[in-house]
């Protein structure tokens, strides 16, 4: 079920990852860097305002869903109400403050942007609470389909408004509309019976509070070297950093797919004291998340100033360096939010957001004493450091938390072939883009082959694939998987 459910959600991320980047490359030649740096501020700033409506009220649908589906429809009566207030709260807050944020960047340009932007919290938060209630029930492929039109929605929208001259407030407005379509589809598909099931308001509030807190304050993580960048450097910078930071959430991307399923799987069997099925699922979701990230990492890091000339054209070539740095920080960000997953859903919320705390404060002081000395080089740098004590942080508790070894196998292993792959790639340049995909698409193929040959793939995970894409694309219903077995790659006693 992991896995099947982290690839169906991974279609849905991929369809949002690409929509994201053809608009981003839209905007970014349309505007130039200068004006793509207040793009980006405008953004930041409305994705940390629905952090506070999307991470806890959906998450804990995910969660308490995921553990005891019969109780859908009462979790959906409580929820419903509260997501309603409480996003009228949010938006109301957020588009007050709106002048007080634009007074804070020295840029008066932001105030009337932001205020547009704004208005998607309304439809957005609903969108993630349909979406939310869907993975919590485990049809990954309907909460596909509705990330798909959230995505598409959102390009075909956006584009147009491009295309008839409105500009950045039409790319505001074009994912606005993105946000109705996904919430459309995500209502309709929502059908709870009318059950009787007693609801633990105390337990939801308890889970809820804490997973808002923790939300905002691991996804400032993103934007924090931003506005650094933003607070002390001229807006070329700011536009630098913006296009370094877009193409370097690729592995985001998996991680939100891996989590989406981890969480109501990891749930699950730590409810019914599931003790074997609990450690066979986080080391199949480490080994996944090592064997997405690090070849990407690879890819990525070795052409850094090729991809965002790529991307973003020739006036973007000051990002490579930023690109390369950056790409290290966030792909270990990816691991430390599959990590905190595992956390969430053994231990709860609190020691999450405790870390998540103890980090924040971490990431502003290094940002505060890297930018000024080394420019928005400085910023990923210290991402990149904060990330590294994350990881550290959180592979000591889930070790604690479910007392397993947390095996060093997978890592070497893909890392390895990540190694072999990223001296091949550094010592092929490109100069044209086709060259460049296919470069990429060759060097995957080695990476995948160098997996075989060292043990880590083998015929039963192709399998694995195989019966998630018949899945996804038949009409018949899936065929239940096969009962757990060891990963062959994580043998027991192996260090």
């Known amino acids: 079920m992991l896995l099947r459910g982290t690839f169906l959600l991974l279609i849905g991320q991929g369809l949002f990852l690409a929509c994201g980047y053809g608009i981003s490359v839209v905007l970014a030649r349309w505007l130039g860097p200068q004006d793509y ?13 629905e952090l506070c409506v999307v991470a806890g009220i959906p998450n804990a649908l995910q969660r308490f869903v995921g553990e005891d589906p019969g109780k859908a429809g009462a979790l959906h009566r409580v929820l419903v109400r509260w997501q309603l207030f409480y996003t009228a709260i949010v938006f109301g807050g957020a588009l ?10 020295n840029d008066d340009r932001l ?6 932007a704004l208005l998607d919290v309304l439809f957005f938060s609903f969108y993630w609470y349909y979406a ?10 309907r909460q596909t389909m509705v990330a798909g039109a959230y995505s598409a929605g959102k390009f075909l929208f956006t584009a147009g408004l491009l295309w008839a001259g409105l500009g950045v407030a039409g790319a505001l ?33 308890h889970f809820i509070v804490p997973n808002i807190l923790y939300s905002i304050g691991v996804n400032l993580f993103f934007y924090i070297d931003l506005w650094t960048v933003k607070y002390y450097l001229p807006g070329t910078a700011v536009g630098f950093y913006n296009a370094a930071s877009t193409i370097a959430r690729i592995p ?3 991680a939100i797919a891996l989590t989406g399923a981890l969480l109501p799987a990891l749930s699950h069997a730590v409810a019914r004291r599931q003790r074997l099925e609990s450690e066979r699922i986080i080391r199949q979701a480490l080994r996944l998340s090592l064997l997405a990230v690090l070849p990407v990492l690879a890819l990525v890091s070795s052409s850094a100033g090729a991809l965002a000339v790529l991307f973003f054209g020739e006036a973007y070539a000051g990002a490579g360096e930023i690109l390369r740095l950056l790409m290290v920080g966030l792909s270990i ?27 924040f404060p971490i990431d502003v002081g290094l940002n505060l004493f890297s930018v000024p000395r080394w420019g928005a080089t400085g910023a990923a740098l210290a991402t990149t450091a904060t990330m590294l004590l994350g990881v550290a942080g959180n592979t000591f508790y889930v070790r604690r938390l479910f007392g397993l070894g947390l095996y060093a196998g997978p890592l070497l292993r893909a890392g390895a072939a990540a190694a072999v792959v990223f001296a091949i790639s550094s010592l092929v340049p490109t100069t044209t883009p086709w060259a460049l995909v296919a470069k990429f698409a060759a060097l995957l193929a ?10 880590e793939i083998d015929r039963e995970d192709l399998m694995k694939i195989k019966a998630a894409v018949a899945a996804r694309f038949s009409r018949q219903k899936p065929q239940p998987e096969a009962p757990p077995v060891a990963i062959a790659s994580a043998p027991a006693g192996e260090g």
């Open 37 to 49: 740096g207040v793009f980006g501020i405008v953004y930041s700033l409305l994705m940390v305002c």
């Open 96 to 105: 007050a403050a709106a002048p007080l944020l634009a007074g804070f960047f």
């Open 111 to 116: 105030a009337p942007l932001l205020q547009i």
């Open 132 to 141: 939310g209630m869907l993975i919590g029930r485990k049809h990954f492929g």
């Open 173 to 205: 407005l074009g994912n606005i509309l993105g946000s109705l379509c996904g919430l459309a589809l995500g209502w309709w598909w929502t059908r709870l019976p009318r059950d009787a099931a007693a609801v633990d308001q105390r337990e939801l509030l």
């Open 252 to 254: 985001y991307s998996f």
């Open 333 to 359: 960000y990816a691991v430390f939010m599959v990590l905190n997953t595992m956390a969430m859903a053994g231990g709860g919320m609190k020691v999450c957001t405790l870390i998540v705390f103890v980090l």
């Open 446 to 455: 080695v990476y995948a082959v160098l997996l075989g040959l060292f043990g």
